[in-house]
């Protein structure tokens, strides 16, 4: 099952590995002519109505596959209102190979009883359908329905809405439709076959984190009113640059504000890597169970609590770890010497846990040399402590114990210390923003990745994790789009 907005993700990330939309289309196109084979004769008046989308594209696409039967494409509306290039330029490969075509301004002006079809194939609308189908749309809908044809619809019946199978006016009544890749939940419940078609998606733009993974970003800026997240970094005592770097690479990831709480004799040295973040000092040379209430308190305001950077492994300090954890019911990223504890305590909070392999071993967990096996090995240990695990590597493993995602961006001069900090900051700043603790994980993986990508462009092996967060920025933004 795939969300449509998982598919423009993938989509986007398969153009991104050299495999364009304008080839799937062709596939999907490919796809939906082979569909019509099986439901009407060659020789048969198979009458294709295609929208100003993509999935009008596709089937303008198929009309050049049908051309041993009677066909005929319908646009609904002028071709220079067309959405995209691509639909496009195969609406007009179609009108130059002089295939029989015609443009339909406005309902009044489409009948389909003039067509006299053996077959209607739906190409209206698609996953870009918004609310009730407008005109010509609904009454082209309207006299589909009504006629006594076979009609096959194009990735969903026009008027349904892919994710959720509702439809807010009329909708196409499918006798067939062909989707392409994967099943879409909104078809699940229809009355109408449902073949599921292959369109050379590679499986590495679902597996590999990409540039698609990108869209998480965009839909929270629009559905969260402008409100990006406070991230608490607790950390620091024995260690002061890593609670630093996290915390400055949190602010560059987007949030909105960030506090570091740590012992206070280290307090003026963090708040002197820059004025931009928060110090909040609790008195003590570490953190420590007595610490705890105060900890939690600051926690129930904050959206994320980054847990461990240059904590320490103290023995007290991984006790206070654990009643942090047992107490709190919010969303963390648990790095370093906190990440042991993890395995032991008995917590409602939601976890993103980022060990390297050997704190993935200390906790418990396996791993192998090759990256496909040690996928396995991590979603099945998330699954055991049922959390997130975020596995740090020359490929990054990222698994909630049911789907993995891989990232695979980063370079071996990023094994220096406290490239890890700035991706705990990172991961904790996404997971304010982004619901899906896997893909904020995966996502924080791929942007680590790419910064370390940037800087060692221009300082090679002697890159330095403090290089990194000042080019978080860039690399979470698309440039290919
Ligand atoms: N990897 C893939 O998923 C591929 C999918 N393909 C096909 O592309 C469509 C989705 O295409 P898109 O251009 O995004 O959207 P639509 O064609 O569904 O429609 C957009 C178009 O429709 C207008 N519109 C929106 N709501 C309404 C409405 N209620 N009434 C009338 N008009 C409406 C909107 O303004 C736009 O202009 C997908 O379904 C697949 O069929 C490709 O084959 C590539 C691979
Ligand atoms: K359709």
């Known amino acids: 099952m795939i969300t449509s907005e998982r598919m423009a993700m993938v989509d986007r990330n398969a153009a991104a590995l050299g495999v364009p939309r304008k080839q799937l289309m062709e596939s999907s196109?490919?796809?939906?002519?082979?569909?019509?084979?099986?439901?009407?004769?060659?020789?048969?008046?198979?009458?294709?109505?295609?929208?100003?989308g993509n999935n009008g594209g596709d089937a303008a696409v198929a009309a050049r596959f049908l051309a041993d039967y009677d066909a005929h494409a319908v646009l609904l509306g002028r071709p220079e209102t067309i959405t995209?290039?691509?639909?496009?330029?195969?609406w007009e490969a179609l009108v130059d190979s002089e295939?029989?075509?015609?443009?339909?301004?406005d309902s009044r002006a489409f009948a389909l009883d003039e067509y006299a079809p053996d077959l209607v194939v739906d190409a209206m609308l698609g996953t870009g359908v918004t609310g009730a189908l407008r005109e010509p749309e609904a009454t082209v809908a309207r006299q589909v329905n009504a006629?006594?044809?076979p009609v096959v619809s194009v990735?969903?019946?026009?008027?349904?809405?892919a994710d959720t199978g509702e439809a807010a006016g009329v909708a196409v009544d499918a006798d067939a439709v062909v989707t392409f890749h994967d099943e879409k939940p909104g078809l699940a419940d229809l009355e109408a076959a449902v073949t599921v078609a292959d369109i050379g998606i590679p499986t590495a733009a679902e597996t590999f984190v990409g540039p698609g993974d990108l869209r998480a970003l965009d839909r929270a800026s629009d559905s969260h009113k402008g409100d990006n997240g406070e991230v608490l970094v607790v950390g620091g005592g024995p260690y002061t640059g890593a609670p630093a770097l996290s915390a400055r690479a949190a602010l560059r990831a987007g949030a909105d504000l960030v506090r570091v709480a740590c012992p206070d004799h280290v307090a003026r040295e963090i708040q002197g890597y820059g004025p931009d973040v928060i110090v909040r000092p609790f008195a003590g040379e570490h953190l420590a169970p007595p610490h705890v209430e105060r900890i939690l308190d600051l926690a129930a305001g904050h959206d994320t609590v980054v847990f461990g950077p240059g904590l320490g492994d103290n023995e007290s300090t991984l006790d206070a770890v654990g009643e942090f954890l047992a107490g709190y019911d919010g969303r963390a990223v648990v790095d370093a010497d906190a990440l042991q504890v993890v395995p032991e305590v008995d917590t409602d909070a939601e976890l993103i846990c980022t060990p390297h392999q050997g704190e993935l071993q200390k906790m418990g967990g396996t791993t192998a040399d090759d990256w496909r096996d040690r996928a396995d090995l991590v979603r099945e240990f998330?699954?055991?402590?049922?959390?997130?695990?975020?596995?740090?590597?020359?490929y990054d493993v990222v698994s909630d114990g049911d789907e993995v995602r891989v990232g695979r961006t980063g370079n071996p001069g990023m094994t220096v210390g406290g490239t890890g900090d700035v991706l705990a900051g990172v991961t904790g700043a996404l997971a304010a923003q982004i619901e899906s603790p896997l893909q904020a994980a995966a996502l924080a993986a791929y942007a680590n990745g790419r910064a370390g990508d940037d800087a060692a462009e221009a300082y090679g092996n002697g890159l330095a994790a403090s290089d990194l967060p000042d080019r978080i920025p860039q690399a979470l933004r698309d440039e290919g789009e």
């Open 382 to 394: 998330a699954a055991e402590v049922g959390h997130t695990l975020l596995v740090k590597g020359a």
């Open 29 to 52: 196109g490919n796809a939906v002519a082979r569909l019509v084979r099986g439901h009407a004769d060659p020789g048969d008046r198979v009458l294709l109505v295609c929208g100003r």
């Open 147 to 149: 006629a006594d044809v």
């Open 155 to 161: 990735d969903v019946p026009s008027g349904v809405d």
């Open 84 to 90: 995209t290039d691509i639909a496009r330029e195969n």
């Open 99 to 105: 295939a029989s075509t015609a443009v339909v301004g």
